[in-house]
C-alpha cells in the first residue's frame, strides 16, 4: 500500500465535467441490463464493478445468452463480451444517440436484446432518452484515465471498509444512475420512504442502512470526495467526530462530507477512508441503535488462514 500513497491525485471538477456527463450517459446504457435482474435490497443488483480497465456490469444470463459489458475507460471503447463472441464500440467522438445505435445494433450480431428502457435518469437537464441526446462529444483520455483513478482508489478504501461486517452488504460499486460510487450497509429492520420521492428511491429505502461512498460532485457542488448518510437520518450528529480531520456533518445536505482535497493530505488516504467509514458507523450504532457485533475483526486472509476459528477476537 505504502507505494500507492503518493498516487492520490487533484480532482478539479471543471476539468473532468464534460467527461463525467458523458461517462454517466453512456453507463447507463448497460446498466438497464441490470433491472432485468432480481432487486435486491437497496438495488445491490445495479452496480457496475470498478475494474482494472474501467467500469464492468455483472455477468448477465438473459434469453440463453451469457453476457457482460465493459466500459474500458482506460481504452476508449465498450466491448461487448458474449457466449457467442464479442463486439467493440468507440468512444472517440460522436453522440450519445450514435453510441446507442450502435450498441443495439452490435449487441442484436451477438443474439442480445436492446436495452428495455432508453431513458437517462438521475441527470438534470438531460434529453429524455437516448436517441434525443444528439450533442457531439470527444472522448478525452486524460480525464478518463483520472476519473478511473479516483474511482479505483476509493473503491480499494470502501472495500475494506466493508470486509467484516456481517450483515447484508452489496457489493461496492457505480450507481449508474447518479454516477456515485456506494457501499452500503443493510439491516432488516423496515422504515417508511417519503411518500414523494420517485419510486427508486422509495425502493431504496425500505429497510435501514448506512452508505458511505464516492462523488466527483455536481455543478451545484463540484467538490469531489467521500460522503456518508444514515437512513433513516438519526438526532444527534452535530459535534461528532468522523475519523478524519477535515470530515464533517452538513445538516442542509444531509451528509457527513470528506472532501477530496482533505483526504489526499493524510498521511495514509486508504486507512483514512476505512476511518471515515467506521466512524459514521459508530455514529450509526450510538445514535440510531445499530448493533456494534454486527463488525467483525478486520484481518488479512493471511492471518485467518493460519488463525483457528476459535482465537480470533471478535
Known amino acids: 500500500m505504502s507505494e500507492r500513497l ?25 446498466g438497464k441490463y441490470t433491472l432485468d435482474e432480481p432487486f435486491e435490497v437497496g438495488w445491490g443488483n445495479i452496480v457496475l464493478e470498478v475494474t482494472p480497465r474501467g467500469l464492468s456490469t455483472p455477468t448477465f444470463r438473459q434469453g440463453g445468452v451469457t453476457f457482460v459489458v465493459h466500459y474500458r475507460l482506460l481504452d476508449g471503447d465498450v466491448v461487448i463480451e458474449s457466449d457467442s463472441g464479442s463486439r467493440t464500440l468507440p468512444l472517440s467522438k460522436g453522440s450519445v444517440a450514435a453510441f446507442f445505435a450502435s450498441f443495439c445494433a452490435a449487441a442484436a450480431e451477438l443474439g442480445v436484446h436492446r436495452p428495455h428502457s432508453s431513458l437517462i435518469c438521475e441527470i438534470p437537464d438531460a434529453p429524455p432518452t437516448f436517441r434525443d441526446d444528439q450533442v457531439e462529444r470527444t472522448w478525452d483520455g486524460d480525464a478518463a484515465r483520472l476519473m478511473w483513478t479516483a474511482l479505483d482508489l476509493a473503491a480499494d478504501g470502501l472495500e475494506a471498509w466493508q470486509a467484516p461486517f456481517l450483515g447484508h452488504r452489496p457489493r461496492v460499486g457505480v450507481m449508474w444512475g447518479g454516477f456515485d460510487l456506494s457501499a452500503t450497509r443493510w439491516r432488516a429492520q423496515p422504515t417508511t420512504p417519503p411518500p414523494h420521492a420517485p419510486p427508486f428511491q422509495q425502493n431504496a429505502q425500505l429497510d435501514a442502512y448506512v452508505s458511505v461512498g464516492f462523488s466527483f460532485g455536481d455543478a451545484k457542488a463540484p467538490n469531489a470526495g467521500m460522503y456518508a448518510y444514515i437512513w433513516p437520518q438519526p438526532d444527534g450528529l452535530e459535534g ?28 495514509d488516504p486508504h486507512q483514512a477512508i476505512v476511518a471515515f467509514g467506521d466512524a459514521v458507523y459508530e455514529a450509526a450504532v450510538e445514535t440510531a441503535g445499530w448493533p456494534s457485533d454486527l463488525v467483525g475483526p478486520r484481518v488479512d486472509g493471511w492471518y485467518m488462514s493460519r488463525t483457528p476459528p476459535e482465537l480470533v477476537e471478535h
Open 6 to 30: 503518493h498516487t492520490w491525485p487533484a480532482l478539479v471538477y471543471k476539468d473532468l465535467a464534460p467527461m463525467i456527463d458523458y461517462v454517466n450517459r453512456v453507463v447507463q446504457v448497460a
Open 240 to 267: 461528532r467526530s468522523w475519523g478524519v480531520e477535515g470530515a464533517a456533518w452538513h445538516p442542509d445536505a444531509g451528509l457527513v462530507q470528506l472532501p477530496w482535497d482533505k483526504l489526499r493530505e493524510t498521511p
